[in-house]
């Protein structure tokens, strides 16, 4: 069984990668959530959505649980489609170790996704992902 929770909602300014990735000014407000995933009962990821605060940041603050995508589908009509994925392993930081159970000398793989609107190629979200290197497998298809 898998679940999703919420760990933080924030509205904060883009950097300068976030911004540059979803076509907006460094600085501009985006909305910020971050996501825990377990399965059987067990983290396995933390989430880091960036989403544009212009066209988000109401509708989001319904958002509470299960999978973001699949709620801006059925609450905003959104199809995203994944442009890019980037794939990395490193050491947990902040407190990425203490919220995935794990030792701070594991590595994690971090996944950098963007993700645009199906029907306009617009950026709609980049994600950060932080993957237990030692509960997943990852298989990326084109």
């Keep these: 069984s898998a679940d999703t929770e919420v760990l933080r909602r924030l509205i904060v300014p883009a950097t300068n990668g976030v ?3 979803l076509n907006l ?6 909305v ?8 059987d009962g ?3 990821c933390l989430v880091s959505h960036f989403l544009p605060a212009h066209a988000f940041a109401e509708a989001l603050g319904d958002y509470a649980d299960g999978s973001l995508h699949a709620w801006l589908g059925e609450r905003m009509n959104l ?5 890019e994925s980037l794939v990395t392993a490193t050491l947990p930081q902040g407190d990425d170790a ?3 159970s794990m030792p701070r000398n594991t590595p994690v793989l971090r996944v950098k996704s963007l993700n645009v ?4 190629g617009v950026p709609v979200e980049y994600a950060l992902t932080r993957f237990r290197a030692d509960r997943v497998q990852l298989s990326v298809t084109v």
């Design 79 to 83: 199809r995203l489609r994944r442009v």
């Design 19 to 21: 911004a540059r990735r």
């Design 117 to 120: 609107c199906e029907s306009t």
């Design 42 to 44: 067990l983290p396995f």
């Design 98 to 100: 203490q919220l995935l």
């Design 25 to 30: 000014a460094e600085g501009e407000d985006v």
């Design 32 to 39: 910020f959530i971050e996501t825990r995933r377990r399965a």
